[in-house]
């Protein structure tokens, strides 16, 4: 199980507190109307998936309750760091 | 290759068993193939088998990073099954499971497949009507799959615990006969004997590390970590890392990596006669021919690479078999692994052409592609042989996630696949 820093609460918390909210940085469109289908493929349905250096967010579900944004590698499983929703990508 | 028959047997018991050659060389990489096929798990072996028995292509290198059946193919939980709700995945699964049917014969390799019958058992209305929904639209597309009230669900699996005062109460199942299980490295070492036998050269230890691409944006063949390989046609079966693989060619595509996890107790003698699946508490169990009981857990939420997954997981599965099979709570557990699924945003693979000119793709089976095995194996080689799907695999392309037609089978088959 991982042990995820919430950046709100400043503390380490078990996994089993987090829901994992998926790719981060993802923009909504600004404009949806406009959007074509590849744009809409594009932003509804592919990902990076990398294997190694990710950006994900995740939720403090039964904490605070708040979306905050993580760098985790997929290979080991290990947090860089996590940061509050709204801050730039490290 | 020397064919397995009584005679053979007979003969080789009387010089101590030392006439038999080896299943498959271990080959080099010749500068060029036909038609290249990345991964070598049942799915990639399937492909170069039927590409050389069926289709005509022999001059084929399958060509894997690890060893081979060492990745999803070994680690699953080997149930075989084809009563899914939509007309495609119906088509698409009960192809796999007729080319089940006498695989072992035609690979002259036993793969145990065991026609015990799998039982998805319904502790709510929900489940019920759901199920019953799947029993009516399988016999329209000519799939086994028939009604079990709790009693005759008892009847066909003794250790359940059907009594109305159970955590779970069973309120009946739907059960396919055809289905059951296979001897999952049997698999893949029966394709590889038997594609080996027909010229394929299978080279492990070699993992892809880029695909070179021509001016006009075709494929011209892969960089591995020995050397340059040059081919016309690549076949990507690589499971949990097709991203990556897909990425060497430029191409992003709709998924994600996660770990899931499944573990076996200790061997004791036969008691579990079939497989059970409960997917609204989320557990399914067989009994493999060695005893040990053969459980699935669920995936982690988040995406890895790293092929193990967090015991919570294995935590939250055993207490709904404990639930339902009071029989089992003291058994101890041996081993526990994980393997990682590549799963599409509806649940249903990904299975044709690419963008990429002679680039062509298997992935996108998720949680249950051993199922699949031949069936996914056969029409990867007739897209390739073809450079067009068949029929069957049509509907399973790339450009879904664009035009919308998904096959939605992540709301239809109730989870666990």
């Given amino acids: 199980m991982l042990l995820i820093h919430c950046p709100y609460c400043d503390e380490d918390r078990p996994e089993v507190e987090?829901?994992?909210?998926?790719?981060?940085?993802?923009?909504?469109?600004?404009?949806?109307?406009?959007?074509s289908d590849p744009e809409w493929e594009e932003f509804l349905y592919i990902r990076r998936n990398p294997r190694g250096r990710h950006h994900e967010r995740w939720r403090h579900l039964h904490g605070c309750g708040r979306f905050f944004n993580a760098v985790r590698d997929t290979v080991t499983d290990r947090f860089e760091t996590t940061y509050k929703a709204g801050e730039p990508a490290r | 290759m020397k064919r397995f028959s009584g005679f053979n047997l007979?003969?080789?018991?009387?010089?101590?068993?030392?006439?038999?050659?080896?299943?498959?060389?271990?080959?080099?990489?010749?500068?060029?193939?036909?038609?290249?096929?990345?991964?070598?798990?049942?799915?990639?072996?399937?492909?170069?088998?039927?590409?050389?028995?069926?289709?005509?292509?022999?001059?084929?290198?399958?060509?894997?990073k690890g060893w081979l059946g060492g990745g999803n193919t070994g680690?699953?939980?080997?149930?075989?099954?084809?009563?899914?709700?939509y007309d495609e995945s119906a088509h698409l699964y009960d192809h796999a499971v007729k080319l089940?049917?006498?695989?072992?014969?035609?690979?002259?390799?036993?793969?145990?497949?065991?026609?015990?019958?799998v039982l998805m058992l319904a502790h709510n209305v929900h489940d019920v009507q759901s199920f019953k929904r799947h029993i009516h639209a399988n016999r329209l597309n000519g799939v086994d799959n028939e009604w079990l009230t709790a009693e005759e669900c008892k009847a066909y699996c003794p250790p359940l615990d059907i009594s109305p005062n159970a955590r779970h109460p069973v309120l009946g199942g739907a059960l396919q006969r055809r289905g059951g299980t296979a001897r999952h490295d049997s698999v893949a070492w029966g394709y590889a004997r038997a594609a080996s036998a027909l010229g394929v050269d299978i080279i492990q230890n070699c993992a892809v590390t880029g695909i070179r691409r021509g001016a006009d944006g075709a494929v011209e063949g892969v960089e591995t970590e020995r050397g340059f390989i040059a081919s016309k046609k690549i076949g990507v079966s690589a499971a949990g890392n097709t991203s990556v693989v897909m990425a060497m060619a430029g191409l992003q595509f709709p998924l994600e990596s996660y770990p899931l996890q499944a573990l076996v107790s200790e061997p004791v003698k036969?008691?579990?006669?079939?497989?059970?699946?409960?997917?609204?508490?989320?557990?399914?169990?067989?009994?493999?021919?060695?005893?040990?009981?053969?459980?699935?857990?669920?995936?982690?939420q988040y995406i890895s690479y790293s092929q193990r997954g967090a015991f919570h997981i294995i935590e939250h599965t055993l207490a709904a078999i404990c639930e339902i099979f009071p029989i089992f709570t003291r058994m101890r557990m041996l081993r526990t692994w994980g393997g990682i699924v590549d799963v599409t945003p509806d649940r249903s693979p990904i299975l044709g052409k690419t963008p990429v000119p002679g680039l062509y793709v298997n992935c996108?089976?998720?949680?249950?592609?051993?199922?699949?095995?031949?069936?996914?194996?056969?029409?990867?080689?007739?897209?390739?042989?073809?450079?067009?799907?068949?029929?069957?695999?049509?509907?399973?392309?790339?450009?879904?996630?664009?035009?919308?037609?998904l096959i939605d089978e992540a709301a239809a088959a109730a989870v666990a696949h």
């Fill in chain 1, 18 to 35: 987090f829901a994992n909210g998926g790719q981060a940085h993802i923009a909504r469109p600004t404009d949806p109307s406009t959007y």
């Fill in chain 2, 10 to 64: 007979i003969g080789e018991a009387f010089r101590s068993h030392q006439g038999w050659p080896e299943h498959w060389p271990d080959k080099a990489p010749k500068a060029a193939y036909d038609a290249i096929i990345v991964g070598a798990g049942g799915h990639g072996l399937g492909a170069a088998y039927y590409l050389a028995s069926k289709y005509g292509i022999t001059n084929v290198a399958v060509i894997e």
């Fill in chain 2, 75 to 85: 680690r699953n939980t080997t149930i075989i099954r084809s009563n899914y709700l």
């Fill in chain 2, 100 to 117: 089940w049917d006498g695989l072992s014969q035609e690979l002259n390799y036993n793969i145990m497949y065991s026609k015990r019958g």
């Fill in chain 2, 270 to 300: 036969p008691i579990f006669p079939c497989v059970v699946m409960s997917n609204t508490v989320h557990a399914y169990m067989s009994q493999s021919d060695k005893g040990e009981l053969v459980i699935g857990a669920g995936t982690d």
């Fill in chain 2, 364 to 405: 996108g089976w998720g949680t249950g592609g051993f199922k699949a095995t031949p069936g996914a194996g056969d029409l990867l080689a007739y897209t390739i042989a073809h450079d067009a799907p068949h029929r069957i695999n049509a509907p399973y392309n790339l450009d879904r996630f664009r035009n919308g037609r």
